[in-house]
């Protein structure tokens, strides 16, 4: 059972690239969620999915776009990468019952903008 | 979601309980308390939660007090492993999921 996984793990991007962030689940979860972190700092909500065909924003959404493919893919596009996107990105995953524990997360995709 | 403060950083010695605090003065009756841990940078991994009533499962406890303003996650005997950061949340349950909001945590130093 794999859980949440990510990739890439790590990719370095120049000023003004665009690239894809792949998040999959395996869990059959209904809610997925992509996560920043820079150094020394907790995580940010970037974007979330309550449910397959649904995206809302979070706390930090400006210059990320997200695609929820179906329900086990949630995808984070940078379209012009700056240097302040550097960060660490997570994907995670829950479920939506009337007692829905916890978020499972995957181990993080570490991006550097040059 | 309510907001929730955390110490900075604690030492705790190996073999001894870790005892991690977490105020929460403006949870609802609704929400839960949730516990996380990250270690080094790999992604948060779920501790446990509760609503009222304390909780213990195989990796710690959950103390909550009676009016709920402030929590207390026990580690019963923290190894070098438990070396981490600990995030408090507080959240409705049941509701859009887990668009929750993680502050800075508590950096938790087990030593030798």
């Known amino acids: 059972n794999a859980g949440v996984t990510q990739t890439p793990k790590f990719q370095v991007l120049k000023t003004g690239q665009s690239m894809t962030l792949q998040c999959a689940q395996d869990m059959n979860h209904n809610s997925m969620y992509w996560y920043r972190q820079d150094p020394g700092m907790g995580l940010r909500l970037i974007y979330y999915s309550a449910s397959e065909g649904t995206t809302d924003k979070g706390e930090v959404p400006n210059g990320y776009n997200v695609s929820r493919l179906n329900k086990r893919e949630f995808s984070l596009r940078l379209e012009s990468a700056a240097p302040s996107q550097t960060s660490v990105y997570f994907c995670?995953?829950?479920?939506?019952?009337?007692?829905?524990?916890?978020?499972?997360f995957g181990q993080g995709t570490r991006l550097t903008v040059v | 979601d309510a907001k929730t403060t955390q110490p900075t950083s604690m030492d705790c010695a190996e073999g001894r309980a870790a005892n991690l605090p977490c105020n929460h003065s403006t949870i609802s009756g609704n929400e839960y308390v949730y516990w996380y841990r990250q270690i080094h940078s790999q992604g948060p991994q779920y501790i446990i939660h509760g609503l009222k009533n304390n909780e213990t499962n195989e990796m710690a406890s959950l103390i909550i007090t009676e009016d709920r303003k402030s929590s207390t996650l026990i580690l019963p005997h923290a190894t070098l492993r438990d070396t981490a950061v600990y995030y408090c949340?507080?959240?409705?349950?049941?509701?859009?999921?887990?668009?929750?909001?993680f502050g800075a945590g508590t950096r938790l130093f087990v030593k030798a």
């Open positions: 949340i507080v959240r409705v349950a049941g509701t859009g999921g887990f668009k929750t909001i």
């Open positions: 995670a995953s829950s479920d939506m019952g009337p007692m829905n524990t916890e978020a499972f």
